[in-house]
């Protein structure tokens, strides 16, 4: 698995959270899909590079089990949350956005901004687990027009209960959204049987396919009852009218399209997604645990990882320690405040996993799970 990527030279490599490594094969797609129809086409060269897109369309569709005329490219999680909420329309006691204080900061900007709109965005406490359903369930009524929730949380490791979120959401009549940027290609997505109404991702992390190539997923029943105000021609119903006094929606997921379309992020994001159908996502999960296992056992204390990611976060007291034990090690890590994130992807092994866990041990460092 490890000969699929190119791995960062230096220490272990444990940032897939932040950004996952290169595929071999992504090189031979640009070239394929970008850059030789550009070089000998010019122009002409828009055919495959519209094909690429819906070759990135059908890939995302077999990720998470759904059809590929119900995912939409997108620039970015927060362009693919902005377009989706905005085709909504807040009414009277009914206008509120639902999120944890926990969730990516990018997902609350995103929602207070449309405050301007009519909304009016409700946290969930961060102190609240978002881990517990019950604290969903307590702040769920029927002023709630949309709720976000995050599969996995990038501080934390914690997963939303998402089959208990979307039933709430059915119940109280509000549009069911979920956030998988931190969980796609680690942990299954399945939003048909989540029972979800939308899904937005990323490629750049577990996907290993970089920034620049993120994604909309809607049930396909609800597409026409949202009208999104990022308008452009790539989302009309026929991108080649030309006729600048009539605009009409797609029929399908393509109304999230907007403008002209990068195709680069896109190509380069197939060439991650395939490469980890390739080696499938249970394996992922599985070599993860494993690698988590031979950490836990190094270091000396049970890790539990129900209820997580595949990211390990944990708090430590003494930050400084901490760096001055790793940095013999070359370990590619990082810090959001006192809490380590390390990942392990199929390019690290069950013996970078035990040195992670040995130099904590032999360092005297100690931790607990973020929460």
Known sequence: MHDLFHVPEGGPYL?????????????EVLEGSYLAPWQSTGGAAWG????????????????????????????SVSSALFSLLSGLRPAPGRNR???????FPTV???????????FETRFIPAAQSPGDAENWERHFDDSVAAVVAMHVHSNTGVTSPIPEIAEMAHRHGALSIVDVAQSSGILP?????????????????W???????????????????????????????????FDIRHFRHAPDARRFQSGSPSI??????RAGIETVMRIGQSEILRHNRACIDAFAEAVGRPVAMDGRGGTLCLTFDDIDGLRTALAPGGFHYDLRGNCLRASFHAWNTTEQAALLGRTFAEAGLTFQPAS
């Open 189 to 205: 997505v399945a939003p048909r049987a989540w029972g979800i109404d939308a899904v937005i991702g990323s490629s750049v992390k």
């Open 15 to 27: 940032l897939t959270h932040s950004v996952g490594c290169l595929p071999r094969k992504a090189r």
């Open 97 to 103: 956005v639902l999120m944890s204080e926990q969730a």
């Open 48 to 75: 495959p590079w519209l094909d690429e897109i819906e070759r990135f369309r059908a890939a995302v569709a077999a990720l998470i089990g759904t059809d590929a005329a119900e995912v939409a490219p997108q620039q």
């Open 207 to 241: 996907l290993c396919g970089g920034p620049g190539a993120a994604w909309l997923w809607l049930r396909g029943n609800l597409t026409a009852t949202l009208e999104p105000l990022d308008l452009g021609w790539f989302g009309h119903e026929n991108p080649y009218e």
């Open 264 to 269: 680069a992020p896109f190509a380069l994001a």
């Open 108 to 118: 609350g900007y995103v929602a207070q901004g449309l405050e301007r709109l009519g």
